[in-house]
């Protein structure tokens, strides 16, 4: 069968399929994804109430890609103490927000308790806030700096009231591409088990991937299958975001960037290769709110949210660093024909505007 024929039946996509998506007419591209997303959610477009809150950017690790941490080109270190933490996580309060996004730079110098008591005394004080914290490479590296096992800390986490994981620290999952961006970092099948074990305990996470630097298509979509296979055992990936490279103030060297049409493509290629994920995030802060909301007609439903405050991506050059108003979502998807959905961090919809 040819790829167009699997498309108008929608089988499941092969690795070389994947591939050839990238070369195939680009509308006929956007007219299957796009009628992969009407399908699951009409003209939907979801989006939050959030707040981002990076206790630390002192990092053990060199990333080149990373611009947040703090390093030779970002002399300023930091680390919040809780009462700085709890008045952002206060304000944010005060104004509607109901999920707090916690991620951390890797801080050999900070303890178990210490991060177990951001969430803890954020649980006590909030209970209904949902906290989505700690993403597959901070669990890695705590976990060998306390010689403990995946389990003992997963197990801690819902403990302490984390709810969700994020998706961060998959970068790409080619072992050699990994190896040169982020040596030292957690390694691909681990990012894999630590989220298919947070799966196994009912709970849910996110899966991204860091795209439009050294990696190449075959790479992308490498990346896509592995996630997939994870998720048709374990069912706990809501969300897919393709993170696009912001390209300022770090270590790689890139000679050149995307552009509009294969940031639309990828995003494209993502709904259509993860069958088995329900939502494909455009993830406003790399791509732009206007982007963001051009991939709804590509393949995405989500848009992420308010964030607050935004230090990783602006770090390298995205200007996302003062996040937005839920107004601004709402104008900007009905203005563009879709549907504004208000949802939880879960995806259970809280306001429709229409
Ligand atoms: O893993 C770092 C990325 C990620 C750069 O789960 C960069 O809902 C672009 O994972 N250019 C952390 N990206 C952020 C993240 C995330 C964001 C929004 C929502 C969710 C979610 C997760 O930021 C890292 C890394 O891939 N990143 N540097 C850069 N120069």
Wanted: net charge neutral; proline share 2%; hydrophobic share 40%.
């Amino acid at each position: 069968m040819n790829l167009i024929e699997k498309l108008e039946n929608e089988e499941r996509l092969d690795f070389d399929d994947g591939v050839k998506l990238y070369e195939i007419d680009f509308f006929t591209l956007a007219k299957y994804a796009k009628r992969s997303r009407e399908k699951r959610w009409s003209k939907k477009v979801f989006f939050n109430s959030n707040r981002h809150l990076n206790p630390t950017n002192i990092c053990q690790d060199v990333c080149k890609f990373c611009a947040f941490s703090a390093s030779r080109k970002n002399p300023n270190q930091y680390t919040l103490d809780y009462e700085e933490m709890m008045s952002i996580v206060d304000n944010a309060c005060s104004n509607g927000v109901k999920e707090i996004h916690i991620v951390s730079a890797h801080n050999a110098n900070m303890s178990l308790e210490w991060y177990f008591d951001i969430f803890k005394k954020i649980k006590e004080r909030y209970p209904f806030l949902h906290i989505k914290a700690l993403t597959a490479a901070e669990v890695h590296f705590l976990v060998k700096k306390h010689k403990m096992s995946y389990n003992e800390l997963l197990t801690k986490m819902v403990e302490y009231g984390v709810d969700s994981m994020p998706g961060g620290g998959a970068e790409i999952f080619d072992e050699k591409v990994r190896e040169y961006i982020c040596k030292g970092k957690v390694k691909s099948n681990e990012w894999l088990e630590i989220h298919e074990l947070w799966h196994k305990r009912g709970r849910y996470s996110n899966a991204t991937m860091l795209f439009g630097h050294i990696e190449n298509i075959e790479h992308r979509i490498d990346h896509m299958i592995r996630i997939r296979d994870v998720q048709d055992r374990s069912g706990g990936f809501n969300a897919f975001i393709p993170l696009v490279y912001q390209r300022e103030n770090n270590y790689l060297k890139v000679e050149k960037f995307l552009g509009a049409k294969e940031i639309l493509q990828t995003y494209a290629v993502s709904r259509l290769m993860l069958d088995n994920i329900p939502h494909i995030k455009a993830y406003w802060a790399t791509s732009t709110m206007n982007l963001a909301v051009l991939a709804q007609e590509f393949g995405a439903d989500d848009m992420d949210g308010t964030i607050g405050k935004e230090s990783i991506q602006s770090a390298a050059g995205a200007k996302s660093g003062h996040g937005k108003e839920l107004q601004d979502f709402i104008d900007v998807i009905i203005t563009s024909g879709f549907i504004p959905v208000l949802r939880d961090s879960l995806y259970n919809e809280l306001e429709i505007y229409s």
